[in-house]
């Protein structure tokens, strides 16, 4: 069992996701665009997602997120939900192409950072706040959905070394000597 | 779909699942879950501090770019504000004292007998949607949950985490915060405490002007009577000074009597013991010399005493400031944060005008009834503005709050617990 625990992403991600969540608390806390906080692990989940495919950017969503409310307070699973499901939106990057061009990646990071933030106050309404949403909740999605595209191309390969994915070793035909 | 598979579907519902549960535990309150959270936040405050020290020159700079012009137009703003309430400290100081010592008296609570416990902000939000902050004292300094946080200008927040040595505050803007106030009604915009002009009169409610009219006409009198005097006795005995042998005039009033003598018979002077007159505030006790009088065409006779030394008398200058006390009536209501950049809301308030009448500008303070987390008074904020609802809704008031909560640094903890809890 400590192997497989050892073997698994956890080992990577947990260490990883701290050195984040403490960046998020600190920098980018203090850094605010337009007064919106640009949600740095939020996007990790979603890199991880369009680095990985859905189930690998759930669970990474999912540890982060509970990592998060560990730090944060909120309740336990309410930020776990919407970064699940974030990862899950950026996994379906998979679905496209399997070796995504960069820009691609961001795009799919930038849509799973937007379904995450989203579903923030969503999932706080199923838990009874009154009027959890931001004022001005959409310019808080698009900040942070452009945040996470632009962050992309430095957590797509963070979000790969913690999930222990290595690159596609196939080569594609032309590339094949002729016969 | 040969990626998207049943069984990877089937690892992302458990996951949500497990969120869900995750949830359902922690909202209704789990130890095992308290003790992770505990666990895991001392984990990361010294991940958290390596990484404070390492980008601080970052977030300097960002904030040198980003706030340098913000910062000198506040700063000169901010030296204008000061330069006008330097004017106001020593009377509000003194209010406050007057104010402390009469609950005292009547043995009624008050801020001044709750201890606090200072601590600094040391993290800010970091999502959103949330409005708490974290500051750096926790259950090893008696810190609770529940309790109110202030800072020098008011009510800020109050503690929803306490962790043995971080705390996390709900600041007042979040939409879960909500707090029982009462709104002093009369206090704001037609308020006749603004009007209120502080005038310099003696207890016999004379202004200086009036005293020294009745000076001038108690010399003038004393003249005319040493003139009759003069005359009688020059008709009677020759002797033009009008006095009698043994010293006495002919009413039998002291012969050396002087007009400072006329003036302080004329004037009720306090004594000790005697209560104020209800509405005085400060009285001031000067010593003064008494002003010559001057009458038109004539050298001002000297005012001394039989030696020949200036006459100098005490006179009390009271600050009158109503001789009714004004009656300031009170409305209870609950206020509730809603969200960064929005300015709290009062409800549930009751709008009678024969009872009180709500208006902007009213002052707004912690109601602090058996039962509230908050000691009574801590001052909040002022009413900005108010909307009238149809039927029995009552008005909404918005509320400015004193403390500015984008630059919260040093706060206290009032180390407060109501009754309720403090027996359990």
Redesign the interface.
Known sequence: MLAAIVRSSLIRLVPVGMVMLALQRTVFAEIEVSGVIVQVVLALAAAAGAAGGSERGAMAGFTLGVMFDLVEGTPIGSTAIAFTLAGVVAGLLALIAADPQWWLSAIFVGLGAAVGEAMLPVVRIFIGEEDPWPPQMVKVVAIVTVAATVLSPLLVPLGRWCLRIRGPEWKAPADLPSV | ?A??TVG?RR??VG??L??????????RGNAV?DT??DG??R??SP??R???VV?NP??RG??SYNNYDDLERENQALRDQLDRQRGTQAAAEASIIDYNLLLALNNLPSLTGIPTAKAQVV????????Q?VEINKGTNDGIRQGMAVVNQAGLIGKI??ANATTS?VMLVTD??YSIAVEILAGTGETSSLDDLETSNTTPSGNTEEEIDQIILDAVESDNDDAVEDGADAETDDGDIDGETNDGETDDGEPADETPADVFANDIDLPQAGDLPDPGVVTPETTTTTLPPAVIPGEDAPPVTDPDGNPIETTTTTTTIVDLEPEQLEKEFGEMQG?????LPQIRFLQDIPSLAVLEVGDLVETAGPSESLAPPNIPVGRVINRADRPGVAGPLLEIELYADLDKLNFVRVVLFRPLSEAGE
């Not at chain 2, 497990?18 to 909202?27: G, K």
């Not at chain 2, 993290?123 to 949330?130: L, Q, S, V, Y």
């Not at chain 2, 809603?338 to 929005?342: H, L, V």
């Open positions: 779909m990626i998207y990877r690892v992302i996951l949500l497990t969120a869900a549960l995750l949830l359902t535990l922690d909202l879950l992770v959270r895991f936040s984990a990361m991940v958290e390596a990484a404070d980008t970052v977030q960002w904030n993290g800010g939000a970091t999502n959103n949607i949330d708490i929803t985490q996390k939409p879960r809603r969200g960064a950049g929005q």
